[in-house]
């Protein structure tokens, strides 16, 4: 995965916007205002924060040394993750997909219907 490929795919989640509140080097995914992905644009190999599970979270950290707690984030709900190639996109793209429907998962329910 690349970083047009991890752009488009963000943004082809419902509701999502993106931008750089942080500084022109991390680029930021939010749906609805509330941030489900990180990236910064000044690294040689991809990586990105994406929210997860506290269990789950760990748990990925366990088992693929390309997961990390997540840098400058609550390392209980955040991971870092290294797309160096050591799992597929489809992969990378369900932990996205899953940090996006966490966030989701917390807004009012009428908010959510409209993401539909």
Known sequence: MNIEDLRDFCLSL???TEG???GEQT??????DKVFLLTPLDTE???FN???NPETAQELREQFECVLPGYHM??????????DGSVNDEMLKSWIRDSYDLV???????VRADLL
């Open 14 to 16: 419902s509701g999502t």
């Open 20 to 22: 750089f509140p942080f």
């Open 27 to 32: 680029l930021v995914f939010k749906v609805k």
């Open 45 to 47: 190999i991809l990586q």
């Open 50 to 52: 994406a929210k997860c």
């Open 74 to 83: 609550n390392k209980k709900h955040w991971n870092t993750v290294l797309a």
């Open 104 to 110: 989701v998962a917390t807004l009012p329910a009428r």
